[in-house]
Nanobody
Framework: QVQLVESGGGLVQPGGSLRLSCAAS????????MGWYRQAPGNQRELVAR???????DYADSVKGRFTISRSNAKNTVYLQMNSLKPEDTAVYYC????????WGQGTQVTVSS
């Protein structure tokens, strides 16, 4: 069974940084495009960034230049470095394959507030 465990969220001031991690199991990780998604209260879940098995990346316009997705196939882990955070980045962040599987982790809360 697929398991996705996100960590690294927290409360940060505007302009601050956080690094999220997601450990995946139950899949042959290196074969999959992986994505970070987020869901803010009242909003639908949206794709933030994705990374191919070979390391090609793609970002939502709202985070380009501020967020960086990376992966370690040896550790079955995908990361999201978030810099210059804004209040509108506040959301629960999830990782999943891209396109997403039916299996979602618990997510990690990111709150950007002064």
């Amino acid at each position: 069974q697929v398991q996705l465990v996100e960590s690294g969220g927290g409360l940060v001031q505007p302009g601050g940084s956080l690094r999220l991690s997601c450990a995946a199991s139950g899949i042959i990780f290196r074969f999959y495009v992986m994505g970070w998604y987020r869901q803010a209260p009242g909003n639908q879940r949206e794709l933030v960034a994705r990374i191919s098995s070979g390391g090609t990346t793609d970002y939502a316009d709202s985070v380009k230049g501020r967020f960086t997705i990376s992966r370690s196939n040896a550790k079955n882990t995908v990361y999201l470095q978030m810099n210059s955070l804004k209040p509108e980045d506040t959301a629960v962040y999830y990782c999943n394959t891209y396109p997403p599987s039916e299996f979602w982790g618990q997510g990690t809360q990111v709150t950007v507030s002064s």
